[in-house]
């Protein structure tokens, strides 16, 4: 069965810093590009980062530019998100989907999805 596991995430004080990791189960990541996405409660899904399959292209929304890196370490099966500066507004579940093409993953319509990791910003 294919599945994709989030982990990494928690409370967090702004300013702090967090590391996700998405690992697959099932398939190797190698051929496949990956997004990181997250929704907060009555908010759309927001689409944050997305790799290609050899990680030489990466994507960034605006409201993470700069702070979040997105990695992948296609020996241990795992991409990461490196989430650095995190502010109240980061909070949110935290996705990782996984397709074999880059626009898949890009538009948000990405054929494998994990379940999530709570992501809490908070004093």
């Known amino acids: 069965q294919l599945q994709l596991v989030e982990s990494g995430g928690g409370l967090v004080q702004p300013g702090g810093s967090l590391r996700l990791s998405c690992a697959a189960s099932g398939f190797t990541l190698d051929s496949y590009a990956i997004g990181w996405f997250r929704q907060a409660p009555g908010k759309e899904r927001e689409e944050i980062s997305c790799i290609n399959s050899s990680g030489g292209t990466t994507t960034y929304a605006d409201s993470v530019k700069g702070r979040f890196t997105i990695s992948r370490d296609n020996a241990n099966n795992t991409v990461y998100l490196q989430m650095n500066s995190l502010k109240p507004e980061d909070t949110a579940v935290y996705y990782c989907?996984?397709?074999?093409?880059?626009?898949?993953?890009?538009?948000?319509?990405?054929?494998?999805w994990g379940q999530g990791t709570q992501v809490t910003v908070s004093s």
């Open positions: 989907a996984a397709d074999e093409f880059f626009w898949g993953v890009v538009g948000g319509t990405a054929r494998y």
